[in-house]
């Protein structure tokens, strides 16, 4: 026979591990880079990337400031900025036909974070975030997303959290996104229409799906994967995930 307090434990046990948050938005094969762009990534050194970065369906040459070097095989890139591969469509095959799929995939993610309906949270706080801790759920925003001060974002490491913004979202210099709980930056979606821009020296937490652009300034560090349909630019920024 099980005893009650088994039966008590056991359920506890399942509570506390359970999500909680919108279900997780699948990147898909756009998982696989740091960075991916549709229209071109620029750096001032040095930037530290750790991870795949991409360009598509646009040539190499939108890649400045990198000094590439093309590996023999003609299918990738290496830099002394980047931990992993640089890849672009005027590269050799299978490298268009596999950035043509991720940057579907990356298209499909946008569209799927962004259409997710009845928010947890509508316009919390007018957009102006800086100093509340976030936990798990759906956001939206009609407006631009400004945070001017340290931000917290607090949840267990199955938690999910999507953050949907129409306007331009910025965080200010020296500001960060700071995690806690065991909240993990992977199972965070920040899905902005706008232009995002990371201020000088600021630190950003979670994947960004960005319809218009992504700026890091001098010295802005993002635990992120920057999915741009446009351009990314990078001021001796660091990025890893």
Do not use: C
Request: aromatic content about 6%.
């Amino acid at each position: 026979m099980v005893s009650s307090l088994f039966i008590v434990s056991v359920l506890t046990a399942l509570s506390s591990v359970a999500a909680t948050g919108p279900a997780a938005v699948n990147l898909r094969s756009a998982g696989n880079y740091a960075i991916l762009s549709q229209s071109g990534i620029s750096t001032v050194p040095p930037s530290v990337i750790s991870g795949n970065v991409a360009v598509s369906p646009i040539a190499a040459t939108a890649m400045t400031g990198f000094s590439l070097t093309l590996d023999s095989s003609g299918q990738y890139s290496t830099s002394a900025q980047v931990v992993g591969r640089l890849y672009a469509a005027s590269y050799t095959a299978p490298t268009p036909a596999t950035l043509t799929t991720a940057v579907g995939d990356m298209g499909t993610a946008y569209d799927d974070a962004s259409g997710r309906t009845n928010p947890n949270f509508n316009n919390l706080a007018g957009g102006s975030i800086g100093g509340l801790t976030l936990a798990p759920g759906l956001y939206k925003w009609t407006t631009t997303l400004d945070i001017a001060t340290d931000i917290t974002i607090s949840g267990r490491a199955t938690d999910t959290w999507i953050f949907q913004v129409s306007g331009t979202m910025s965080i200010a210099t020296d500001k960060k996104m700071i995690l806690a709980g065991g909240a993990l930056s992977k199972n965070i979606v920040w899905v902005v229409a706008g232009a995002v821009t990371a201020g000088t020296g600021s630190h950003f937490e979670g994947v960004i799906l960005g319809k218009t652009g992504i700026t890091l300034q001098t010295g802005a560090t993002a635990n992120s994967r920057l999915l741009a349909q446009t351009f990314v630019t990078l001021q001796k920024a660091t990025v890893s995930n």
